[in-house]
């Protein structure tokens, strides 16, 4: 048995290729799909530099290669065999990334890039080498700066977790939105707050461990989800400790710069426990080579694919990819000397454009092709209206933008402390907006907002994004807005709210008129 085990692995080492030219091979086949898709890449870079949310993106990369090295040798005992079945899959996350790209949706091109990488090595490697590889090949997927979509309900549980602790500490809690009052303070979670970089860490460095200490799926699995659990509450009682540390201190502790050391040596102290934790559950060995081990004697009577049939597949799968950039490239139809005229909606049933403005505050939207702002009045009583219109959507000028926002983190006048979905009553159908309470030391707004695809209406944004993809595949074009109604209100938002919806009733018909006849000239 001995013998026959020593003859196997002699016959597949004969027809494989060194280790340092497999790693090598597998180096150049990640390279080549970041290269062919750059500017997707340059899009993750530049998130990983400014952002230090996914600052740890830049690790990533070198971690993988680092996996892959530490495997060369077991690696070199697999035959190569390319396999065409792999450009299925390759196929299908071009298309993928294509229409991301149409729609400018850009972590979702990102991800369709990483995603290409390991079917790249099954496509020219072999479907031994990419199961060999599952991890390394699985771990580029932290590389992709996603996780946003997460802070506005962590920064919910932040908030209420944080009032409830004051609460069950004996504190007097005034809580609205996420803003609330203790005696002799006030406070607000903003984004910085939510601990979605404190989880996207742990869940990065939680895989990672897993992934190193542990042979079973089992305790990987459980491990991965004690670190994503872990970090959230941890976020919750770093938030409390930051205000009692600052109440009991008469505010002279754990502001500004105290404010982050405090929280990443806090998180830093978690992440040390929960590693130790797990250390108590190590089983040493390591079952990747188990697998390979099994894989090269499953690949006992096979042979590599010589050179020809190896760049035969390269050269298919560098076609099958290259096609969508130049594609993209072909298609884009930017024109900057385009200039968009937004006209103002007639006034009607007893409205009357007003000369004055409501109110000095304004939504940020950006990159917009045409904006207009009105004030309307009937009866003496205000409401103002905003259009942001996007005619020729791309990358940093479009409607779905995160940093198009009623109200922008830290404003020095205005807060944001409510809003929530709801459902209105236009064109004889019932569409969802949302609904927003804003305060600032002179004036309280109701403001309801949706977005305006040609017809048809958002309020969420992967919706507002399906729509976009169904007008781009039916050649409708990407023409799209931001309506924003605001009124005044006191104490309560009933009558604000019934104002903002006589207005809709009213006025809706011509401001549906005036976003569907858009004028466009020449510069």
């Known amino acids: ?67 892959i090295w530490r495997r060369r040798e077991q690696l070199a005992r697999l035959p190569l065999l390319p396999d065409y079945k792999a450009l299925v899959p390759l196929f299908g996350l071009g298309v993928l990334w294509w229409l991301a790209n149409t729609i400018d949706v850009l972590v979702v ?55 409830k602790m004051l609460q069950l500490t004996g504190i007097p809690v005034f809580k609205e939105g996420l803003f609330f009052e203790i005696p002799g303070s006030r406070w607000s979670v903003v984004e910085g707050c939510s601990g979605v970089r404190y989880l996207i860490a742990s869940v990065t460095l939680g895989c990672l461990y897993a992934y190193l200490i542990y042979r079973s799926l089992t305790r ?45 040596v806090f998180f830093g102290i978690v992440m040390l426990l929960l590693f130790w934790l797990g250390s108590f559950w190590r089983e040493d060995g390591d079952d990747q080579d188990e697998t390979v081990e099994s894989t090269a004697a499953a690949a006992a009577h096979e042979r590599s694919a010589n050179r020809t049939s190896m760049f035969t597949a390269a050269l298919a799968a560098f076609g099958l990819l290259i096609v969508w950039p130049a594609w993209a490239y072909i298609n884009s139809h930017q024109d900057d000397d385009l200039v968009v005229t937004l006209s103002v909606p007639e006034a009607q049933s007893g409205w009357h454009k007003a000369p004055d403005s409501l109110t000095p505050w304004r939504p940020r939207y950006l990159g917009m092709d045409a904006e207009l702002e009105q004030t309307y009045v009937k009866d003496g009583r205000r409401v103002s209206l905003y259009l942001a219109y996007y005619r020729s959507q791309r990358q940093d000028a479009e409607l779905i933008n995160s ?80 309506v924003i109604i605001a009124a005044e209100f006191e104490m309560e938002t009933a009558e604000a709210g019934a104002l903002i919806e ?13 976003l569907g006849q858009v004028g466009e000239a020449k510069d």
Do not use: C
């Open 1 to 67: 048995m001995n013998v026959e085990r020593q003859q196997m692995t002699t016959h597949v080492q004969e027809s494989a290729v060194s280790p340092s030219t497999l790693f090598l091979l597998i180096v150049l086949t990640l390279a080549t799909g970041l290269l062919v898709f750059w500017q997707t890449t340059a899009s993750m870079v530049a998130i990983w530099w400014r952002s230090e949310t996914f600052a740890h993106g830049f690790f990533i990369f070198p971690i993988s290669l680092y996996l």
């Open 109 to 163: 091109q990102q991800l369709a890039m990483v995603a290409m990488l390991p079917v790249l090595v099954w496509a020219l490697l072999g479907w031994r080498v990419l199961r060999a590889l599952t991890f390394p090949l699985g771990f580029l997927i932290f590389a992709v700066p996603m996780g946003e979509g997460l802070i506005p309900p962590l920064m919910d549980f932040t908030a209420n977790f944080t009032v």
């Open 220 to 264: 990987r699995l459980l491990f991965v989800l004690a670190s994503v659990a872990m970090p959230i509450v941890a976020n919750g009682l770093r938030a409390y400790m930051i205000v009692m540390i600052a109440h009991l201190s008469d505010h002279k502790l754990a502001h500004g710069v105290d404010h982050f050391i405090y929280g990443w």
């Open 403 to 482: 940093q198009n926002v009623m109200v922008e983190q830290k404003h020095p006048l205005w807060s944001q402390v409510g809003n929530r979905p709801a459902r209105l009553q236009i064109n004889g159908e019932r569409i969802p907006i949302h609904q927003a309470k804003l305060r600032s030391s002179g004036q309280n707004l109701l403001v309801y907002y949706w977005d305006w695809f040609a017809g048809e209406y958002a309020a969420n944004d992967y919706t507002a994004k399906l729509l976009e993809a169904k007008n781009t595949l039916l050649g409708r074009g990407t023409d799209a807005a931001g």
């Open 502 to 514: 006589e207005f809709i009733t009213d006025m809706y018909p011509a401001i549906e008129a005036s």
